[in-house]
């Protein structure tokens, strides 16, 4: 079953070294969020302790992940993050992720920009759909 929410506050930001993109049900005291982050530079070593991913939170540290995003999918107000195997596993959900946006939200375009951009980086498709 997917895990699906309602984005009722989303956020974005690049500060020069990390890009971040964050969703969740509540601005202040969010009970379901999903948070990815991606590195603006790799090193050697996140390289070899394959930290060289988008990395992928699912309410807390303990359910976490980098990479295993399949595709990013964008269809009228829904956001579906398909997942492999091994990234359902580590984030404790079966199937993809499914968010509900509040299209009217000025933080919206600024954020699928963002991550249409982190996608873009790993080949990962990204797909506005109508």
Do not use: W
């Amino acid at each position: 079953m997917a895990y699906s929410f309602c984005a009722n506050f989303v956020f974005s930001s690049d500060d020069g070294d990390i890009t971040m993109v964050a969703f969740s049900n509540d601005e202040f005291e969010p009970s379901q969020f999903v948070m990815l982050q991606q590195s603006n530079k790799y090193d050697d070593q996140d390289k070899k302790m394959g930290m060289d991913k988008i990395y992928i939170q699912v309410e807390d540290q303990s359910r976490s992940h980098y990479g295993g995003i399949t595709k990013i999918v964008m269809m009228e107000s829904l956001l579906v993050i398909g997942l492999e195997e091994s990234a359902q596993a580590r984030l404790q959900i079966e199937g993809s992720i499914e968010i509900t946006m509040n299209t009217r939200q000025l933080e919206f375009s600024a954020a699928l920009s963002q991550l249409e951009r982190m996608a873009q980086k790993e080949n990962v498709p990204f797909v506005k759909s109508a």
